[in-house]
């Protein structure tokens, strides 16, 4: 799942999707689309394998916190919606951390080719910046601290959109169980029905709901978040996020805070099914493979 960070970063430079289509390829050709995608691809990596790892955890404090007793999780019970919207804010909660530094270098690469294109003598060669190069003066500028410039707004991002990701899909998913169960009248059918997987198509709406909800709910967010990132590549001042928050309000109103949304949803509702199609298919086959013996040293999943 790609964050919302791209979008809105690109927002701050573009008046829209085709105004940002034709400035790349009016400045850089059809490649010029393609510019920065391993930061972009990097990123999905880190932020989908932390978010489910953290996720784990986050179902497990709820057992070291002594909210749910160890017996629940002995017996492998669906956990109460509010525990897993819960371990959804605790995944996110330490996947902004990991999120920050990467989208800082991602969205300031962005930004400063786009600044020193539009600037810079077309005699001379352009140069795109580097990763190596970004990371240099994010660190000259800032230090060590530099990289997780914005970390408030991811924070916030992250939180509440980690909730909603996992919240909205398992709260999707249940209901479409219970419209399933309802030509069922006895608890025995009931169970074995939940021990069946949904039709892939209810699957990816499911999903589909998770990456439309934490995209929306939690859109202004990364929009503040991504000024206060890129005001440094451009030579601002360090910016606070009520700061920024209050700036866009002035300047643009709510529509300031969601300029860009409209393609991030476009992108995500896709993005969030495949996502979670993928994963609770190989969770379910990796259950079975344990539970049938052949790997008796792993862990249950």
């Known amino acids: 799942m790609e964050s919302v960070g791209d979008i809105a970063c690109q927002a701050l430079r573009y008046s829209g999707p085709l105004d940002c289509f034709r400035k790349s390829v009016n400045h850089d050709g059809i490649s010029g689309l393609y510019r920065g995608v391993s930061g972009p691809v990097v990123g999905a990596i880190f932020e989908t394998s932390s978010l489910f790892f953290f996720e784990s955890l986050g179902r497990k404090s709820v057992y070291w916190l002594g909210w749910l007793p160890k017996e629940y999780e002995d017996k492998d019970a669906a956990l109460p919606l509010p525990i897993l919207w819960y371990s ?17 270098i991602k969205c300031n690469m962005q930004v400063s080719s786009i600044a020193a294109s539009s600037t ?31 970390q408030t707004g991811t924070f916030i991002r992250e939180v509440g959109g980690g909730a909603a990701w996992f919240g909205f899909k398992e709260t999707t998913t249940r209901l479409f169980y219970r419209w399933h169960e309802r030509g069922l009248h006895s608890q025995e059918e009931r169970n ?16 589909a709901s998770a990456g439309l909800s934490y995209n929306f709910l939690f859109f202004p967010a990364d929009t503040v978040k991504s000024r206060i990132q ?31 949304c409209g393609i991030t949803l476009v992108k995500a509702a896709p993005a969030s099914a495949f996502i979670f199609v993928v994963y609770d298919g190989l969770r379910r086959q990796f259950h079975m493979t344990l539970m049938e013996g052949k790997f008796p040293m792993l862990c249950r999943v």
Request: aromatic content about 14%; hydrophobic content about 40%; proline content about 5%.
């Open 120 to 150: 810079q003598n077309r005699r001379i060669p352009f140069q795109a910046p580097t990763v190596q190069s970004t990371v240099r003066g994010v660190y000259r500028l800032g230090g060590l601290r530099g990289f997780w410039r914005g």
């Open 88 to 104: 959804g804010a605790f995944s996110g909660a330490f996947t902004s951390f990991v999120l920050t530094p990467i989208e800082l």
């Open 230 to 260: 890129t005001s440094a590549s451009m030579g601002g001042v360090r910016k606070t996020f009520l700061g920024e928050a209050r700036f866009v309000w002035y300047q643009s109103g709510l529509r300031g805070f969601y300029r860009g």
């Open 192 to 207: 074995a029905l939940r021990t069946r997987p949904l039709p892939l198509w209810e699957q990816a709406v499911a999903g």
